[in-house]
């Protein structure tokens, strides 16, 4: 078992879908013959907790921590005080790339350690955030080992990300630095790939694809559900640039036209701060934080699955981790989003739902069929599996680890 520094700055307890690609790969990576030594930050760090996902984590998993002096971690007494929004200003100003850079550069004593009491054969790293690269990057000029660069989203071109301006440029720098150094880019769709393989410049070596997955462990294909009440689930969180403003007017047009009755509907949202975005009315049931363990059976209790995802080209590369879960469930997918993207692409091929605009009119329409045919107690849902398997975590995995397998043999 060869071991692999892990550099992964959310790791359980953080709960929310930022901690669950590295989790996973940590997971499966030691049935490839790789074991990952997991340096991460301390739990105090993390916005979301999850503990249900320690049962991801393998015993023998060797873990370090290091505590992260977060300028965030002021925002409470700041907020009192009335100065949240000058606080805000410092951290994008101060903390660049972002909030977790005091902590790259406290864990290069951790690395030492790890480097002294395992050996890695080579470096993988994470983001967001993007200071996990700047420690491996670290790590790789100062000794010399093989580095995997993993991007789970952009960075320097990143919209939902605040920049103040003019700082746009010193990303870029920065992410160019990463891109130039790293000997593996990795990242998560086509045109992601596409976007990384351009900033990487001329020379640089073709970017790998390992899309987000689902855990065929966790995620059991499920029967067909059986509910008193036709039921639209969606899992995870809103915002501006994925707000589901259109289906919300969608189910109202069809309530208001009573062309399905309040009372045989409803419509399941479990993530955090709906309540910006989803009413507090029925049919909307808002269920906050849900555990990622407690999804399946809110996915049992489910005869359509909701999928948002803004239309446009700067969102082409977006799966949204929930995707795979969804359709490793066996329940068919509702999702609002470009056809131009990955997302409509793979529902296509999975022959595993409906793709549609953020158009109230035709999402009510697509709605109301769904409606009609669960009224008839008709499920005709019947995805190509052998489309939708390749991306089960373990099959992922393998392929992170045939990478690993390269550069250590490069490595000679």
């Not at 805000?88 to 100003?93: E, I, P, Q, R, T």
């Not at 972002?98 to 790259?104: H, N, P, R």
Request: net charge neutral.
């Amino acid at each position: 078992m060869r071991p692999v520094l892990f550099v992964a700055y959310y790791y359980p307890p953080a709960g929310g879908v930022a901690v669950q690609r590295s989790l996973k790969f940590a997971k499966y990576l030691p049935e490839f013959g790789w074991q990952p030594v997991v340096l991460t930050t301390t739990p105090g760090a993390y916005p979301a907790r999850d503990e249900s996902l320690w049962s991801d984590v393998p015993e023998n998993t060797p873990i370090y921590r290091v505590k992260s002096y977060d300028i965030n971690g002021l925002r409470g007494r700041a907020s009192r005080w009335g100065a949240g929004k000058l606080l805000s200003a410092l951290n994008l100003a101060l903390m660049l790339p972002d909030a977790a850079l005091f902590w790259s550069y406290l864990a290069r004593g951790a690395v030492r350690r790890i480097l002294d009491q395992h050996a890695p054969a080579l470096v993988y790293s994470s983001s967001w955030p993007a200071s996990a690269h700047l420690l491996a990057r670290w790590v790789k000029v100062t000794y010399g080992l093989p580095w995997v660069a993993d991007f789970r989203d952009p960075w320097s071109e990143n919209q939902r990300m605040r920049i103040l301006p003019g700082y746009r440029r010193l990303h870029r720098r920065l992410e160019r630095q990463v891109l130039h150094d790293c000997d593996r880019i990795v990242t998560v769709s086509e045109p992601l790939a596409e976007r990384f393989q351009r900033l990487a410049g001329p020379g640089a070596e073709d970017v790998l694809v390992i899309e987000n997955g689902y855990d065929d462990s966790d995620i059991a294909i499920l029967p067909p559900p059986r509910t008193d009440r036709f039921t639209i689930t969606y899992t995870g969180s809103f915002s501006a640039l994925h707000s589901p403003a259109a289906f919300v007017a969608a189910i109202d047009l069809l309530l208001a036209n009573q062309r399905i009755p309040q009372e045989q509907m409803r419509v399941l949202i479990a993530g955090p701060n709906l309540e910006a975005h989803i009413p507090s009315r029925p049919p909307f049931e808002l269920l906050g934080p849900v555990p990622y363990h407690s999804l399946s059976a809110l996915r049992q209790q489910s005869d359509l699955m909701l999928l948002v995802i803004n239309e446009g080209p700067e969102h082409a590369g977006t799966y949204g981790s929930k995707l795979f879960e969804y359709l490793g469930s066996n329940r068919p997918v509702l999702a609002l989003a470009g056809r131009e993207g990955v997302a409509a692409r793979l529902i296509e091929q999975a022959r595993a739902g409906a793709v549609l605009p953020h158009d109230p009119a035709a999402i009510a329409e697509a709605v109301l069929g769904y409606y009609q045919r669960w009224q008839e107690g008709h499920f005709d849902h019947a995805p190509d599996w052998a489309v939708i398997q390749r991306y089960t975590r373990r099959n992922l995995a393998a392929r992170l680890a045939a990478e690993f397998d390269r550069l250590a043999a490069d490595r000679g």
